[in-house]
Nanobody
Framework: VQLVESGGGLVQPGGSLRLSCAAS????????MSWYRQAPGKERERVAA????????NLLDSVKGRFTISRDNAKNTVYLQMNSLKPEDTAVYYC?????????WGQGTQVTVSS
């Protein structure tokens, strides 16, 4: 099983980034997918989640209206479009796949929002 995140980097406040998470080794279309983040000294928090068929979307209140989660089951990939980024969005972002007792994590990608 592999979850490989990409798309992180340094961006100025107000900018945008698109994170991708490419999955392999399991039946991607059967799993709910989520993006989590963890800032230094803080607990990991779930930013966005999407059901197996692309419905049941949930977003953290602080990112509503700025972030969008989507998935392409044909490409085994989940995305996180992040717009109007703020310094407080700075964190390592992790991809997660979950179904029943199965729970998989990616290695994370750093997002830094700074001028």
């Amino acid at each position: 099983v592999q979850l490989v995140e990409s798309g992180g980097g340094l961006v100025q406040p107000g900018g945008s980034l698109r994170l991708s998470c490419a999955a392999s080794g399991f039946t991607f279309r059967s799993y709910a997918m989520s993006w989590y983040r963890q800032a230094p000294g803080k607990e990991r928090e779930r930013v966005a989640a999407i059901g197996s068929v692309g419905s049941d979307i949930n977003l953290l209140d602080s990112v509503k209206g700025r972030f969008t989660i989507s998935r392409d089951n044909a490409k085994n990939t989940v995305y996180l479009q992040m717009n109007s980024l703020k310094p407080e969005d700075t964190a390592v972002y992790y991809c997660n796949a979950r179904r029943g007792g199965s729970d998989y994590w990616g290695q994370g990608t750093q997002v830094t929002v700074s001028s």
